[in-house]
C-alpha cells in the first residue's frame, strides 16, 4: 500500500490548518503553500475534497482562509486518507466489506485474501485511532511549542 502525494499533501495541510487554527482562524492557501512546499494549484485540488467531507471550511475575505469545520480531536487520520486516497485496501480485488471480486476466479480459494484482510485491518487499527490532534500535539513536541 502506497500512500500518494495526495494523502500526503493533504495530510500536511490538515496539519498545517489544525495548527495554525488558534493564531489566526484562518489559514490561506497561499501560506500553507508557502510553508508545505507545496504548488497552490495543487493544494486547491486536495482541499476541495476535504472542504466537501466537512472537516475544513473556508472563510471569503481579507482575512479569510481555511479552518477546521470540527475540533482536531474529533477527526481521525483514516478519514482524511480515505477521503484523499478512496479505500485502503492493499489490494484492488477486495470491496469495502473485505469480500473478493476477482472476476472468473473463485474468491473462496483465494489463499492470499486472508493475508490482505490482515494487512487491512492492521493499517486500520493504525490509522483509525490517531487524531488530527495526536498530530497537532507531535508537531508543537517537534517544535517546542507549549500550549
Known amino acids: 500500500m502506497k500512500v500518494s502525494t495526495k494523502g500526503r499533501y493533504g495530510l500536511s495541510a490538515m496539519i498545517d490548518i489544525a495548527v495554525h487554527h488558534g493564531n489566526t482562524k484562518c489559514t490561506s492557501l497561499k501560506s500553507i503553500a508557502n510553508r508545505q512546499g507545496i504548488s497552490e494549484n495543487y493544494l486547491e ?14 472563510i471569503r475575505g481579507s482575512y479569510g482562509g481555511y479552518t477546521l469545520n470540527k475540533n482536531a480531536n474529533e ?3 483514516g478519514e482524511i486518507l480515505r477521503v484523499l486516497e478512496g479505500t485502503m485496501y492493499p489490494v484492488e480485488c477486495l470491496d469495502g ?15 492470499t485474501k486472508s493475508i490482505w484482510n490482515k494487512i487491512y485491518k492492521s493499517l486500520s487499527d493504525i ?20 500550549n
Open 45 to 58: 485540488q486536495i482541499v476541495a475534497p476535504l472542504k466537501k467531507a466537512g472537516f475544513i471550511k473556508s
Open 75 to 77: 477527526i481521525y487520520i
Open 97 to 111: 466489506s473485505g469480500n473478493c471480486y476477482c472476476g472468473d476466479s473463485n474468491c473462496d480459494l483465494c489463499v
Open 127 to 146: 490509522i483509525d485511532t490517531i487524531t488530527l490532534q495526536d498530530l497537532v500535539d507531535d508537531y508543537n513536541k517537534i517544535n517546542n511549542i507549549n
